[in-house]
């Protein structure tokens, strides 16, 4: 047990490093991008909210075809791929990367390694439920595509990626600040005391 342990984390050392080698130029721009979404400062989510409403507000009164929306997206993330690793260390100055800045980075490439696993690891248990329970399977996927289906047929689509863009640039900050967790406690009493005033009820 202990010898898989090990394996698992020197994997998991080995696949942050490869990831914090090829995200090295984007390093201070992450950091930057992290700040923001764990909210350091108070005016922070709602620049966030206010960015994010001013582009989906452009997108709505531009109206591209979903070929011209694609393309531009494309041709963004080349240019942002291209100028990003060279503009960076201009904006921010490369020598004024300290030891607490490369530890966030190395916390961040290990955060979304792990988050890559979750993924895979999620996609697995969904093909071996495929394969050990197809009914299952089949009636679990079919009922959740129509239900997001009834969702997209009565709310904009548009509207629709915006409230999930903005939970998704939420979510750190929320998480960050324990907003999450509060609430889903709250909920969990909540849910816990109906529970018990139905088992009385029954007695």
């Given at each position: 047990?202990?010898?898989?342990?090990?394996?698992?984390?020197?994997?998991?050392?080995?696949?942050?490093?490869q990831l914090e080698e090829q995200l090295q130029g984007w390093g201070e721009v992450i950091l930057a991008g992290d700040r923001v979404l764990r909210w350091e400062k108070p005016w922070f989510p709602g620049a966030l909210m206010g960015a994010t409403t001013v582009l989906f507000l452009l997108i709505y009164y531009l109206d591209p075809s979903v070929?011209?929306?694609?393309?531009c997206t494309v041709m963004l993330l080349c240019l942002a791929d291209y100028l990003v690793p060279t503009l960076a260390p201009r904006v921010f100055g490369s020598n004024k990367w300290t030891t607490e800045q490369q530890q966030r980075f190395h916390e961040i490439c290990g955060n979304l390694v792990k988050t890559?696993?979750?993924v895979v690891g999620w996609w697995k248990r969904l093909c071996a439920l495929k394969e050990e329970k197809p009914k299952m399977y089949f009636a679990s996927v079919i009922s959740s595509l129509l239900a997001v289906a009834w969702i997209g047929q009565q709310v904009h689509n548009l509207f629709l990626t915006y409230l999930i863009?903005?939970?998704?640039?939420?979510?750190?900050?929320?998480?960050?600040?324990?907003?999450?967790?509060?609430?889903?406690?709250?909920?969990?009493?909540?849910i816990n005391k109906l529970l018990k005033q139905k088992e009385k009820k029954n007695e």
């Open positions: 047990m202990a010898e898989g342990d090990n394996k698992s984390a020197n994997l998991l050392a080995q696949e942050t490093a070929l011209t929306g694609l393309s890559q696993r979750r863009v903005s939970f998704l640039l939420l979510l750190p900050g929320l998480n960050q600040h324990g907003i999450i967790t509060k609430y889903a406690g709250m909920a969990k009493r909540e």
